[in-house]
């Protein structure tokens, strides 16, 4: 193994082992020397990596924030509305079942939000982006309240620890057929359907 690629199984260990941490503990309640002590390693061998927990709390959240920013991007070259729509919901859901473990975490704890705050510092407002993808430019109030609540609850419940022995199909669909009723979506005629609108 070359020294660049045991560096880099070194980080991806312990951003593993500081989200297991923070998920147990809360980010404030996770320290530098836990995250050495946990991975086995001194806490010089974290400094060498990330000089403060600030920077590793970023550095989990970031491939989450990196993947909904690319699938916007996706939805937003869509060619017709529902088709963004549903681009938009199907990404917001993926992210959800794949990083369950983050998306709990961040609806508990101050800290992840602090982070992702931080790593979007200069990025367009990814939730104002996400709400204008499924609700268009200038929604009602009513249809504005109602993505937001779509949002928060399929976060909630993909995060939630009742869900955590869902295997990730059940939970995708499940979330999917969910935030397409609420969004007032046609049903799916199969699996790959596509809408026409």
């Known amino acids: ?38 991975l086995g390693v001194t806490k010089a ?9 600030d920077e590793i709390t970023e550095a989990v959240a970031a491939p989450a924030l990196q993947e909904l920013l690319a699938r916007m991007d996706e939805a937003e070259r869509q060619r017709t509305r529902g088709a963004q ?13 794949r ?23 200069g990025v367009e407002n990814f939730a104002a982006r996400m709400r204008t993808l499924l609700a268009g430019p200038d929604p009602d109030l009513a249809t504005a309240i109602n993505v937001n609540v779509m949002l928060a609850g399929l976060a909630l419940a993909g995060g939630a620890p009742e869900q955590a022995d869902l295997d990730d199909e059940t939970l995708r669909t499940h ?22 609108s």
Do not use: C
């Not at 070359?2 to 809360?26: E, I, N, P, V, Y």
């Not at 729509?85 to 079942?97: C, E, K, N, P, Y």
């Not at 979330?175 to 026409?196: H, T, V």
């Open 45 to 53: 061998a974290v400094y060498y990596h990330f000089k403060t927990k």
């Open 1 to 38: 193994m070359s020294a660049g690629t045991a560096a880099d199984d070194t980080r991806s260990r312990l951003l593993a082992t500081a989200l297991r941490l923070f998920s147990k503990h809360g980010v404030g309640g996770t320290s530098l020397q836990m995250i050495a002590d946990e």
């Open 99 to 121: 990083y369950r473990s983050l998306i709990a975490l961040f609806n508990s704890d101050p800290g992840i939000m602090r982070a992702i705050e931080r790593s979007l510092d």
């Open 85 to 97: 729509i549903d681009q938009a919901l199907s990404g917001f859901v993926d992210i959800i079942v």
């Open 175 to 196: 979330l999917f057929d969910i935030g397409r009723r609420m969004l007032g979506r046609p049903k799916r005629r199969g699996a790959r359907a596509e809408d026409k």
